[in-house]
């Protein structure tokens, strides 16, 4: 009987140094296992280099299929087996190929969406800036100011006990901060000298909030403070926070109110120029909150005040105090007067005090609108008007 080796002789052979080869199906094709003889030539290669696809496969079963015995031929299993295998190998290869070409697309479409996910992420941090944000503020540096105001998150904790750690991370001091009037948090200055009272290096500390370890909260030291700016980097957008750059990830929360945590501040409009602009010529009722400063030529004052449906509130006058210096009961939607007395270099203000929310109000014409540092206000009354002082909007009758 031919063997293959002779069929592959008679293909391959040079005029000296014959020599044979034996070849089997392999992972990556029908591979050759054994060359023996001349293999100077670039006849044959390194199976590493070089497997044999399916048209090498085909043309080697012909050859065989020509050159056998035909006292002895072929055996047909052996056949049929050599082309099974071939046909699953090449489905695998087919499946591989068509595996990869289905990652390439995933990967594509993966760009894709991570391209729009950062395009959007930069449209909606330009929505940010002029937005007062809370980031976690776990360090800080010791510079001496004496007078920097540093905030706390305080849960459902009345007070709670912030550590300032050193970079051997021990306790320098700790200091008791209390809930403040308004919100969650609370406020903080240090004067920079430890428990034992010495004073310490310019350098940076750790704050740690004790009660953190033992609490359902999330109790932490934040800086609160207006997006000034926005820089757009290979990462992402930057948003410019208290002089220095932050992620959009970094934020814990977004408020709309400018100014300072610990008093009441204008706040910002959440209008935008077009909105703004709709809405000249517009009536409004706006709330207000009264107050004057006592003068010979204004003895009384009138105001309207609705009372949300209550029988009736109490009018009340303080000082620059805090001290009741007045006080009378509303009992119906309207107008009240109010006499005007007290000292002419204090400040009083005006307010109502009720279960149902009795408040000040004033109707007027939207007449313009005005840019400030706290966003797009209305010109309403012959004062600025935010979005929150809106009670009611109609059009101009």
């Not at 320098?172 to 403040?180: C, L, M, S």
Request: with cysteine; net charge negative; glycine share 8%.
């Amino acid at each position: 009987m031919t063997r293959v080796s002779e069929s592959v002789n008679n293909m391959f052979t040079p005029k000296k140094d014959p020599y044979s080869v034996t070849a089997g199906i392999g992972e990556s094709g029908l591979e050759t296992k054994k060359v023996t003889g001349d293999r100077d030539s670039d006849t044959f290669v390194d199976p590493s280099d070089h497997g044999m696809g399916q048209d090498e496969f085909l043309f080697l079963l012909t050859e065989q299929m020509r050159h056998q015995d035909p006292l002895d031929p072929m055996d047909n299993r052996e056949f049929v087996t050599q082309l099974a295998q071939f046909s699953q190998l090449e489905s695998s290869t087919n499946m591989r190929e068509s595996l990869q070409d289905m990652n390439k697309s995933f990967q594509s479409s993966l760009d894709i969406q991570n391209n729009t996910a950062r395009s959007m992420n930069n449209a909606s941090a330009v929505s940010l800036v002029g937005k007062e944000v809370r980031l976690l503020q776990d360090t800080m540096n010791w510079t001496g100011n004496t007078n920097q105001p540093y905030y706390v998150q305080m849960g459902s904790h009345d007070m709670v006990h912030v550590e300032i750690v050193d970079r051997e991370d021990e306790v320098v001091d700790t200091i008791e901060v209390e809930r403040g009037p308004e919100g969650n948090a609370g406020v903080f200055t240090w004067d920079g000298v430890t428990a034992q009272g010495d004073r310490v290096d310019f350098d940076q500390y750790k704050l740690r909030v004790r009660e953190n370890k033992n609490s359902a909260d999330e109790l932490y030291c934040f800086v609160q403070d207006t997006v000034t700016g926005l820089r757009y980097t290979g990462d992402g957008a930057k948003l410019q926070v208290a002089d220095r750059e932050i992620g959009v990830s970094n934020i814990l929360e977004v408020s709309p109110q400018g100014g300072d945590t610990e008093t009441d501040s204008p706040g910002f409009s959440g209008l935008t120029m077009g909105q703004a602009l709709n809405l000249v010529g517009k009536d409004v009722r706006t709330s207000v909150t009264p107050s004057y400063r006592p003068s010979p030529n204004n003895t009384e004052a009138t105001y309207r005040v609705d009372l949300n449906g209550a029988p009736q509130a109490n009018l009340v006058v303080r000082d620059s105090e805090g001290v009741v210096v007045q006080q009378q009961d509303v009992r119906e939607s309207g107008e009240v007067t109010v006499p005007l007395f007290g000292d002419p270099d204090e400040e009083y203000t005006v307010s109502l005090e009720g279960s149902d929310e009795p408040f000040f109000y004033m109707d007027s014409t939207v007449t313009g609108v005005r840019t400030t540092p706290q966003g797009v206000q209305l010109s309403a009354g012959g004062r600025l008007v935010r979005l929150d002082d809106i009670i009611e909007l109609s059009a101009k009758s």
